[in-house]
């Protein structure tokens, strides 16, 4: 079996799939962002693709599709879902549509579907100078980019005054050369939100060939209520009511038919409160970063599985989704935030954190030595804690204090002396 895994070249998860398919005896095919005039720099016959450019991307795919036979398509990253939709549809396989991928990837276009469908949305729209005065009398608001993902570039805005700042700075963030590089008509717009207050949830699962199965239900027990949305900790299993946990779901399962997903990871994320639950995102691809080492599975002989060797083989046929459950422990992750905009030196003191009970490890993905920036500019993390134990309580005490025990060495800027003729 050989399944075809686009994914950008700095994924995180790559590994890990790769890890997965050793462990399936499936040959993992990529298809990432990489050089296409060097031939094979990593030795790992990958086919070079433009996530920017799906249409020359799909050709790549059908010409290696000619020479090795592709039994499945899975991706990492909202762009390369969009090349796997294509994919597969040229290829005949089972994925989500070429027009539901590019639904869930543009915040636009998946509100309009979710309202469309008569699900709670946050009342939205495009930002522009004339729409200035309708958002002013609708504070507070959250103003964002139609494409990108991560909270990088969402901002909260209380007053007139921040609305008009975190417009320009969203504005900023699009006109950066890595933006502009891939920048197109969508994604150069500029989206404005009602604030919807609410505790927030993530949802992991999958459609099986038009039918939504969750694989949990994470928490995330700080608020989120700005003015930026760094996410830090996940937990699993929900602390929330069974009645909420089924109508969360029920949600999810209406927003993926909604959008059209129909066979395929579905990362989604809602916000509950007395009016309902409203779907911020429901997205064709699995969790990001690393996060999806706080998810095992339980199946067939006491079999254990990663989320990656999960999907991979529901992907090619070789795992029956309804076969496995979610470990019975209470796990969680904890995405470490950037402090401050600087150069990262290191992280001391891991070792105490890793001696903190429930501790599984901490992995500190940041390079020394670079520029890092916090949201709403950057688009990182310093790393991963990850964390198991008796009960969802637990687990999010030992997360917080693992990450109190971090000591973080950044150098702050030093800003430039102006000199005056």
């Given at each position: 079996m050989r399944v075809l895994l686009c994914a950008a070249t700095t994924g995180y998860q790559v590994r890990a799939f790769d890890a997965a398919a050793e462990e399936l005896g499936v040959d993992l095919q990529l298809a990432t962002d990489r050089c296409h005039v060097l031939e094979d720099p990593w030795?790992?016959?990958?086919?070079?693709?433009?996530?920017?450019?799906?249409?020359?991307?799909?050709?790549?795919?059908?010409?290696?599709?000619?020479?090795?036979?592709?039994?499945?398509?899975?991706?990492?990253?909202?762009?390369?879902?969009?090349?796997a939709a294509r994919a597969a549809r040229?290829?005949?396989?089972?994925?989500?549509?070429?027009?539901?991928?590019?639904?869930?990837?543009?915040?636009?276009?998946?509100?309009?579907?979710?309202?469309?469908?008569g699900l709670p949305v946050p009342e939205f729209g495009v930002w522009s100078a004339e729409?200035?005065?309708?958002?002013?009398?609708?504070?507070?608001?959250?103003?964002?980019?139609?494409?990108?993902?991560?909270?990088?570039?969402?901002?909260?805005?209380?007053?007139?005054?921040?609305?008009?700042?975190?417009?320009?700075?969203?504005?900023?963030?699009?006109?950066?050369?890595?933006?502009?590089?891939?920048?197109?008509?969508?994604?150069?717009?500029?989206?404005?939100e009602r604030f919807v207050p609410g505790r927030e949830f993530a949802i992991e699962g999958a459609v099986d060939r038009g039918r939504f199965r969750p694989f949990a239900i994470f928490d995330k027990p700080d608020p989120l209520d700005g003015p930026f949305f760094e996410e830090t900790i996940y937990v699993t299993p929900s602390r929330a009511p069974s009645a909420d946990q089924q109508a969360i779901l029920e949600t999810v399962a209406a927003a993926c038919r909604a959008l059209g997903l129909e066979h395929g990871p579905v990362h989604a994320e809602c916000r509950v409160n007395g009016e309902g639950i409203f779907m911020l995102e429901a997205a064709a691809r699995p969790i990001g970063g690393l996060c999806a080492r706080a998810l095992r599975f339980e199946g067939p002989g006491g079999a254990v599985s990663s989320l990656e060797a999960l999907l991979l083989g529901h992907a090619c046929g070789l795992r029956r989704l309804e076969d496995w459950r979610r470990e019975g422990q209470a796990s969680g992750v904890m995405m470490i935030p950037i402090p401050a905009a600087g150069v990262f030196?290191?992280?001391?003191?891991?070792?105490?954190?890793?001696?903190?009970?429930?501790?599984?490890?901490?992995?500190?993905?940041?390079?020394?030595?670079?520029?890092?920036?916090?949201?709403?500019?950057?688009?990182?993390?310093?790393?991963?804690?990850?964390?198991?134990?008796?009960?969802?309580?637990?687990?999010e005490d030992a997360l917080r204090t693992a990450h109190g025990r971090l000591r973080i060495r950044m150098d702050r800027p030093v800003p430039m002396a102006v000199t005056r003729p």
């Open positions: 030795r790992d016959r990958a086919v070079a693709v433009r996530f920017h450019d799906p249409a020359r991307s799909v050709e790549a795919v059908r010409r290696l599709a000619a020479e090795r036979r592709i039994d499945g398509v899975l991706a990492v990253g909202d762009d390369p879902a969009v090349v040229a290829l005949e396989l089972p994925w989500h549509s070429r027009e539901a991928a590019e639904a869930a990837r543009q915040k636009l276009q998946s509100r309009r579907r979710l309202a469309d469908a729409s200035r005065r309708r958002w002013e009398e609708r504070l507070p608001v959250v103003v964002k980019p139609a494409a990108l993902a991560g909270s990088r570039g969402v901002i909260r805005a209380d007053t007139p005054a921040q609305l008009q700042e975190a417009v320009a700075r969203v504005a900023r963030i699009l006109d950066t050369p890595e933006l502009r590089a891939r920048r197109t008509p969508e994604g150069e717009r500029i989206l404005v030196r290191g992280v001391d003191g891991t070792g105490e954190a890793e001696a903190v009970p429930g501790i599984e490890s901490v992995e500190i993905t940041a390079r020394p030595d670079r520029q890092l920036l916090p949201l709403p500019e950057g688009a990182t993390y310093l790393g991963f804690i990850f964390a198991r134990g008796a009960s969802p309580e637990a687990v």
